[in-house]
């Protein structure tokens, strides 16, 4: 029904910065909240910014002046610029996306993740 792409991981030094985007498509009437959230080695996937389909904004308290979301509506993108990249930032990186449907149903998707690594 809906397919979640994400891309722009990678290998990054400590202080480095790296964007992450992530395109939806498919059978897609709208797109409420889009979001990232990451999931680091023995640890649970946490929310690390949200963007609702306005401008209104949410981000974890680890990344807040560092990362910066926004989406393109039009393109049913979302990106994730993060800059003054840390060690304790590696994780896989996972796109959300709260969209509703032609049938009225609103579902929640998520991407194949991208692995984002911070070390020198």
């Known amino acids: 029904q809906v397919q979640l792409v994400e891309s722009g991981g990678g290998l990054v030094q400590p202080g480095g910065s790296l964007r992450l985007s992530c395109a939806a498509s498919?059978?897609?009437?709208?797109?409420?909240?889009m979001g990232w959230y990451r999931q680091a080695p023995g640890k649970q996937r946490e929310p690390v910014a949200t963007?609702?389909?306005?401008?209104?904004?949410n981000y974890a308290d680890s990344v807040k002046g560092r990362f910066t979301i926004s989406r393109d509506n039009a393109k049913n993108t979302v990106y994730l610029q993060m800059n003054s990249l840390k060690p304790e930032d590696t994780a896989v990186y996972y796109c959300?996306?709260?969209?509703?449907?032609?049938?009225?149903?609103?579902?929640?998707?998520w991407g194949q993740g991208t692995q984002v690594t911070v070390s020198s």
């Open positions: 959300n996306a709260q969209v509703q449907l032609y049938s009225g149903a609103i579902r929640s998707f």
């Open positions: 963007i609702q389909s306005g401008t209104r904004t």
């Open positions: 498919g059978s897609i009437f709208s797109i409420n909240a």
